[in-house]
């Protein structure tokens, strides 16, 4: 009984196996394939896309960063105080004071900056200055981020939609560690 056994599965095993047998095995073994293929495709795919769009961000177009820039200059807001958390190569959180449109104060992770000249980049005209050549680095990464050529960029911004001020920016330089992303944590207008 046990040798009869072992020779079925012998059987089985080898080539001598009948043909609808050998059918089987090969349609079970392809089947799994692509089952096994698909589950891959389906798990690169969902690990792709949770880290392009982690949160849904709009794209920064042209035409967003002029509508931005038309809320502000409408606002006339002069005399305000913001946080930002600047994310990336050189994370950090930037702390400024402006009055009059200038920059009266200015702490990056606690310290004033000694070059006064550095205090102006996170105002609100400047943070637009700066979109403005993020799409021009996304027309060409190798030229704007020093990216390997064919690199793809992908800007995304959300602004306010009373004042315009840029609330929560990203950059992604995809295949690169050029990434950058920056949010407006708070943002406080003074009185004059």
Known sequence: MIDRQRDSVADES???AP????R???????????VGGAALALVSAVIILVTIYRDPLPALTEESLAAAKARWAASDVKDYSLEVQILGRQPGVVELTVRDGE???MTRDGRTPSQR???AAWTVPNQFDMLATELQGQRDPARGYS?????MVVLQTLFDPTLGYPLHVRRQVLGTNLNMEWRVTRFEQLDR
């Not at 043909?19 to 050998?22: C, E, L």
């Not at 089987?24 to 692509?34: I, T």
């Not at 990216?147 to 690199?151: C, E, K, L, T």
């Open 103 to 105: 920059p009266v104060e």
């Open 14 to 16: 080898s080539d001598d």
């Open 117 to 119: 000249r550095t205090w």
């Open 19 to 22: 043909a609808p047998m050998r």
């Open 147 to 151: 990216a390997p050529a064919g690199s």
């Open 24 to 34: 089987r095995r090969a349609s079970s073994r392809l089947l799994l394939g692509f």
